[in-house]
């Protein structure tokens, strides 16, 4: 089973900038699609971005689409979340996902392998 650890996160300021990164513990990294979700106090889980395994094609909600940007490098095995323009309604526990094979994925129960999550906090 892959592992995933992120890191990246932090408290900032309205308008400021994060990248978040998640590394996958497996030589198969290019064979998994991978998917970022995020989770607000006493709130549900929920989708954020995804990319497919080649890179080829990614989606995003709609409330993160022109200000985050996924983006992955199979040499390293590790996907990115660049984050622009944070709003304090982006403040979340930020989780990475993964999921052997397939195209991409955005709903949690399509994902098999988790992260332990990284906190980024956004303040007015």
């Known amino acids: 089973q892959v592992q995933l650890l992120e890191s990246g996160g932090g408290l900032v300021q309205a308008g400021d900038s994060l990248r978040l990164s998640c590394a996958a513990s497996?030589?198969?990294?290019?064979?998994?699609?991978m998917g970022w979700f995020r989770q607000a106090p006493g709130k549900e889980r929920k989708f954020v971005a995804c990319?497919?395994?080649?890179?080829?094609?990614?989606r995003y909600e709609d409330s993160v689409k022109g200000r985050f940007t996924i983006s992955r490098d199979n040499a390293k095995n590790t996907v990115y979340l660049q984050m622009n323009s944070l709003k304090p309604e982006d403040t979340a526990v930020y989780y990475c996902?993964?999921?052997?094979?397939?195209?991409?994925?955005?709903?949690?129960?399509?994902?098999?392998?988790w992260g332990q999550g990284t906190q980024v906090t956004v303040s007015s």
């Open positions: 990319i497919t395994r080649s890179s080829g094609n990614t």
């Open positions: 996902a993964a999921r052997f094979g397939g195209s991409y994925y955005t709903e949690v129960k399509d994902y098999t392998a």
């Open positions: 497996t030589r198969f990294f290019s064979n998994y699609a």
